[in-house]
């Protein structure tokens, strides 16, 4: 085959595929493999797209398990055939069952989920997981106008930076991955020029909204990569302008389903990881050296510091860590939040959900602070970076 008549195909195998789909696929170096390889990727990308493959994905499982059933079979392992194919049968009812019940919708009512107004703030933390499968029912009147009179509290606060930043709600049924059947959104919007400081305060407002959510018994899912903008920018209508706004993430909100497909269920299991404070609080800016946050001046923190172990960040990459500094007098002089990634925007976003944590434990056990931005010159593209610090004010934290 010639040069010119395989860069040809190729340009047609890769039509419609993302820059980073093309850059992994042009790896393979033989064209039928590329070939097939585009075909799948582009498949997945229509069943993803179409809300589909959260259900379909068990299905290839259950072909593999059937085609394995069949050859114990003619081998005559009689048992190991029996059990394949009764794993297989039991998958593809699971299956059936999560679309007839997700994704048509055919089943009973579900009740409203309880608030959650009885648990203290650090217990709200822990309470507070991504929602990835909601009711069929809107937010109710009063839920909405709670929800809505949130946003507008939180927008008040003072943010870090200086950028003007919205959250605006859109009531539609958005093209988002993975999480099905939300019908509810808030979007995070900053002005379209490049400004970390803006993320960041997007995390930090946003994270303060979903803790009031959470506390009302709503459901939420924080979307940065599974949102398709398109669709998100279709539905605000002239509350975008293309030319001067940007949207950051979205998050679903509503009434948390009982029926979750089997893939969601894997997922959320599989998101649940996070790593230990010792991993993640450092006396250092080489994070060398884990704080004790069990032993004074720390403990005065209490469950702060677990406040922030359990933040959401995208795909759970848990990319925020803190240097706790300590005075002379030994008391806690200053919490500096640093980002381990060169992410421009999920990475800042992570910072903005720690600083609003933070801030909340704090507020809670009546200790008093303000955020300031990190001297410019730590700013680089080095990693650890240094976004935000925490300064008590007041006077240093003693333990
Ligand atoms: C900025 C950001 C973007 C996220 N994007 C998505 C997404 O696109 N799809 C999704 O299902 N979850 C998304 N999540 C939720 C994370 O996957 C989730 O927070 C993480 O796995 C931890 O799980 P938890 O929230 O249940 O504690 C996002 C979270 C953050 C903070």
């Known amino acids: 085959m010639s040069r010119t008549t395989r860069t040809r195909e190729d340009r047609e195998d890769m039509r419609g595929l993302g820059a980073n789909e093309r850059a992994i696929l042009e790896r393979i170096p033989w064209a039928p493999g590329r070939r097939l390889a585009a075909s799948i990727v582009r498949l997945k990308m229509r069943l993803q797209f179409t809300g589909w493959l959260q259900y379909l994905i068990p299905v290839p499982v259950v072909v593999v398990l059937s085609l394995f059933g069949g050859i114990a079979h003619l081998l005559g392992v009689t048992w190991l055939a029996m059990a394949l194919l009764a794993t297989s049968a039991l998958l593809f009812l699971v299956v059936v069952f999560d679309i007839v019940t997700v994704k048509w919708k055919i089943r009973s009512p579900e009740a409203r989920p309880s608030r959650y107004d009885h648990l203290d703030v650090f ?18 009147v009063d839920d909405r106008a709670e929800l809505l009179a949130s946003v507008r509290t939180q927008l008040d606060i003072p943010t870090i930076g200086s950028a003007p930043l919205r959250l605006e709600y859109i009531a539609a049924s958005l093209t988002v991955w993975p999480t099905v ?23 930090r407002t946003l994270q303060r909204v979903v803790m009031d959510a959470t506390r009302m018994g709503l459901g939420t899912c924080w979307i940065g990569p599974g949102a398709d903008h398109a669709s998100v920018i279709e539905h605000l209508g002239d509350r975008f302008d293309p030319a001067s706004d940007q949207i950051v993430c979205v998050c679903a909100v509503g009434y948390r389903s009982r029926y979750i497909p089997l893939f969601i269920r894997v997922f959320n299991q599989r998101m649940n990881h996070r790593h230990a404070l010792d991993e993640l609080f450092f006396s250092d800016f ?24 359990w933040a959401p960040s995208s ?11 300590t005075d002379r007098d030994g008391a806690v002089s200053a919490v500096h939040f640093l980002a381990t990634t060169t992410s421009r925007y999920y990475a800042p976003v992570a910072v903005g959900i720690w600083c609003a ?26 990693l650890p970076r240094h ?11 003693n333990g």
Request: aromatic share 10%; with cysteine; proline share 7%.
């Open 123 to 140: 217990d709200l933390f822990r309470a507070r997981r991504s929602c990835r499968s909601y009711q069929t029912r809107s937010l109710s």
């Open 315 to 325: 795909y759970n990459g848990q990319t925020t860590r803190a240097v706790v500094a």
């Open 286 to 309: 080489d994070l060398e050296n884990p704080i004790d946050p069990s032993a004074p001046p720390f403990s005065r923190f209490g469950r702060t510091f677990e406040a922030c172990e």
């Open 357 to 382: 944590n933070w801030e909340l434990g704090c507020e809670t056990l009546r200790i008093d602070g303000a955020f300031v931005l990190a001297p410019p010159d730590s700013a680089g593209e080095q």
């Open 387 to 397: 976004d935000v610090t925490w300064l008590p004010t007041g006077g240093a934290a």
């Open 181 to 203: 059947n939300a019908s509810e959104f808030l979007v995070a919007i900053v002005p379209k020029a490049y400004d970390r400081t803006a993320i960041i305060d997007v995390g």
